[in-house]
Every structure is written in structure tokens, then in C-alpha cells.
């Protein structure tokens, strides 16, 4: 019974420790992805994203981004470790489910980043010109963004990068299973 109970603690624990984890990683992703917004269109952030998050202090705007990217993402470390941690508690032990579980997140990031990228292609042949169109519900600052089109292809690029969190918590969780399940029937 010992050895049952030490077996269910480790997991338990892991568990703890990947939702932990991948709420950290989402962060610094959101950070990291929220640079390469900014340099697209430093509006998106100074008319929009400091409002929304309320950063509007005399930090230096890229000290800014940086917190606007994990504010805006920590969050979905939720979903994505509750999601892949599940899976990954039927791994042999706490080990594997940690390897294999944040193997799984590399999938989830990387599906995120192709998808934003995908996303600001999409708003550069999307949205040219100093007037381009604006999807309906798409928000927009009231006065003063110089840039339109910049403007929003940042927000093609955010909205494009959560749909790939999505998508890539799908494909990761599908792999997960798969190699998990290959491991328990292989022989030690």
C-alpha cells in the first residue's frame, strides 16, 4: 500500500508542479511574443494593450510589453497543463509525466508561434494601405493610430496566436496520449 500512496503523491505533486510550470512558460511566451507585436506596431500597445492593462506608468514601453505579454497569457497555462497534466498522470511515474508532459507544451508553443506568425502574414496581405478595411467586432482605439494597417496586423497576430494555443493544445494532447500509451506497453 506504501508504494501505491508514494506513486500517487509523486504525480500529485508533478501535476502541481506542471500547471505551475506552464503557467510560467505562457507568460514568458506572451512576453517574448509580445516584442515581435510590438515591433510590428508599437500602437497596438501605446492606444491599446497599456490601457487595457492598465501600464501606463513611466517604465520604458518594452519593460511594458514584456508585462502586457504575461499578463495577457499566463492564463492559459490553465488550460493547456490542466489538459496535458491530466494525460500525462497516466504515465508509469511522475518522471515521465514531467518529461513527457513539457515535451508536449514545446509542441503547444510551437503550434502557437506558426500560427501567429501565420496570423500576421495574413494581416500583411490582409491589410494594406492607409485605410484597409476592419473586420467586424475588431477593436479600435478611438483617436490618434498613425498606422491602421500596423495596427491590425498586430491584432491578427494575437488573435491568430490564441487560436494556435488551442489548435496546438489539441495536437499535444493527441501525441501526449499516443506516446504515453506506446511507453505502458512496452516492457519496461
Known sequence: MLPLLRHTFEKTLALLVLLLGVMVLCGLFGAL??????????????????HQFHL?????????VAAVGVLATWWMGIPIGATLGTIGLSARDARTMLRE????????????????????LWGIVTFQGTAPGVPPGWYLPLGGVQDLAAFLRAGAMHNASYLGGAAGTLVAAVLLARRITAQRRSPT
Open 33 to 50: 511574443h509580445d516584442q515581435i507585436s510590438y515591433t510590428v506596431s508599437p500602437e497596438y500597445f501605446t492606444h491599446f494593450k497599456f
Open 56 to 64: 501606463l506608468g513611466p517604465e520604458p514601453e518594452r519593460l511594458r
Open 101 to 120: 508532459t513539457l515535451r508536449a507544451f514545446v509542441i503547444v508553443a510551437a503550434v502557437s508561434l506558426i500560427f501567429g506568425l501565420g496570423g500576421l
